[in-house]
């Protein structure tokens, strides 16, 4: 069984960065597909960006330039480095795992998730 915590939310003005933080059960980033998702409110939940065993990484074209995946596995921790923050980036952040292949951003390719974090930016 895959546990997901995330951490590291916060509210920030625009043009602010936040790091958010997922720890996890022992081995998973060297299993597991891994993945970033967000859900703001009224809106479905959408993939943000996406790491693979490897270390290859993908970006939704809304955040490419400004985000970040990356993880320790020696920490078991993977985390989404978010600059020059907008306030439509306002959501609930999710971390997700999930078997190859990878680099998926749909919900159904992951079984594990976190329970989120809240990001708010304000303009």
């Known amino acids: 069984q895959v546990q997901l915590v995330e951490s590291g939310g916060g509210s920030v003005q625009a043009g602010g960065s936040l790091r958010l933080s997922c720890a996890a059960s022992?081995?998973?980033?060297?299993?597991?597909?891994m993945a970033w998702f967000r859900q703001a409110p009224g809106k479905e939940r959408e993939g943000v960006a996406t790491?693979?065993?490897?270390?290859?990484?993908s970006y939704a074209d809304s955040v490419k330039g400004r985000f970040t995946i990356s993880k320790d596995n020696a920490k078991n921790t993977l985390y989404l480095q978010m600059n020059s923050l907008k306030p439509e980036d306002t959501a609930m952040y999710y971390c997700?795992?999930?078997?190859?292949?990878?680099?998926?951003?749909?919900?159904?390719?992951?079984?594990?998730w976190g329970q989120g974090t809240q990001v708010t930016v304000s303009s």
């Open positions: 997700a795992a999930g078997p190859r292949p990878c680099h998926s951003l749909t919900m159904r390719a992951y079984n594990y």
């Open positions: 022992k081995y998973t980033y060297s299993n597991y597909c």
């Open positions: 790491i693979d065993t490897w270390g290859y990484t």
